[in-house]
């Protein structure tokens, strides 16, 4: 691939860094120059991934720019310094195509400001649905965006029904799956940790609508609930929408002695420690992506995730209204947990993948956007 451009991506959090990072390898074992503007949940001492960590993936290749005056808990602040700083970088690192992940105010911030610049801008994960208000997001970020990187067909049919071109859709699957390290590698990560087993997963999200004192109730009642149980827990942090604090403070109802609490993982080790465990709780997406093709049941509670495509893992998902029924079924997979096999996926075949959609071609969008109506 002779590609003679600057390619720039923006993260926000460690879920979207796990997504973006096959992409930058792909780019970065071509030797073609990257530059990451590292923002939000990153830059945030008590939720963030350490600058040493994120850097240790890429020591050569890429340069990192860190947003060091995020405004925290500030979203309209945040928004309005987002446009401006990001369009700074998209200038000084010279970028000549973007690439933005999901749904988040900050792939939002970054594909408004590209735009502006009239810098072409692809969007990784477009038509998904996110069931909150993420999801307006992502579709605002489609109508700025040129180039569209979906997981599944039906994600890239609702491109479509955006007025997108479909010869500007391409579906490469989870990306996030690429990341999956081999058997050994599985071994040696989940050892270090040092779970009991065994364990279940609880990573749960601020849901938009609810006031402070409901977010702090609802995650209270279901640690409650998970501390009557017989059983270990993994505790993630959630990620830095509005209402994270009142999570956070719920989490420190958890039994010492059954609950582990965890800083932001790598997307290997979190991957590695999901394929192991009996159950992912709380209302991520990882419920209903990563924990289903890894053959791990979910529950999901509230309405984050109402509306997304459960697709051919729907067996292995369940949405439920009550901390105690979220127990109950806890419980039900404890007694029926068998430890799986360890997994491997192919880094290989995504880059295949990838190799086939990045014709020179994909780099070269019109800008000048007009809304597809098939014949």
């Not at 590609?3 to 959090?13: A, D, E, N, Y």
């Not at 403070?249 to 997307?267: E, I, N, T, V």
Request: hydrophobic share 40%; net charge positive; aromatic share 10%.
């Amino acid at each position: 691939m002779n590609l003679k451009m600057r390619i720039g991506f923006i993260t926000s959090c460690r879920s979207d860094f796990t997504k973006i990072r096959p992409y930058i390898a792909f780019f970065v074992k071509r030797r073609i120059p990257v530059s990451v503007f590292v923002t939000s949940m990153h830059v945030n001492a008590q939720l963030g991934v350490a600058r040493e960590e994120l850097v240790s993936y890429f020591p050569k290749g890429v340069h990192f720019c860190w947003d060091e005056a995020f405004p925290q808990q500030q979203p309209i602040s945040a928004l309005s310094h987002l446009v401006s700083a990001v369009g700074h970088f998209l200038q000084e690192e010279k970028i000549q195509f973007v690439f933005v992940h999901g749904d988040r105010m900050e792939a939002f911030a970054a594909a408004t400001a590209a735009a502006l610049l009239l810098r072409p801008i692809c969007q990784i994960e477009a038509g998904d649905v996110s069931g909150n208000l993420d999801e307006s997001f992502r579709h605002a970020i489609t109508k700025l965006s040129h180039r569209f990187l979906v997981d599944n067909k039906t994600a890239k049919k609702r491109v479509l029904r955006l007025g997108e071109r479909p010869d500007s859709i391409f579906i490469t699957g989870s990306s996030s799956m690429a990341l999956l390290p081999c058997a050994e590698e599985q071994y040696a990560q989940t050892k270090l940790y040092n779970l009991p087993t065994p364990y279940a997963i609880v990573l749960y999200h601020p849901q938009t609508g609810l006031s402070a004192k409901e977010q702090y109730r609802n995650i209270a009642n279901l640690v409650r609930e998970l501390n009557r149980l017989p059983i270990h827990y993994l505790v993630l942090p959630p990620n830095n929408d509005p209402g994270y604090p009142e999570i956070l403070r719920a989490y420190r109802l958890f039994d010492q002695k059954k609950a582990l609490m965890a800083p932001s993982l790598s997307g290997e080790t979190y991957l590695t420690l999901l394929s192991q465990a009996i159950c992912l709780i709380g209302n991520s997406s990882s419920a209903i992506k990563d924990a289903p093709a890894l053959g791990v049941p979910s529950i999901t509670l509230g309405t984050r995730q109402t509306n997304r495509v459960k697709g051919v893992y729907a067996p292995c998902y369940r949405e439920v209204n009550s901390a105690r029924e979220a127990a109950d079924l806890v419980m039900d997979f404890h007694k029926k947990f068998i430890k799986k096999k360890k997994s491997t996926y192919s880094r290989e075949k995504f880059e295949k993948i990838l190799e086939r959609i990045f014709t020179p071609d994909f780099f070269k969008p019109d800008l000048q956007k007009c809304f597809y109506e098939p014949r």
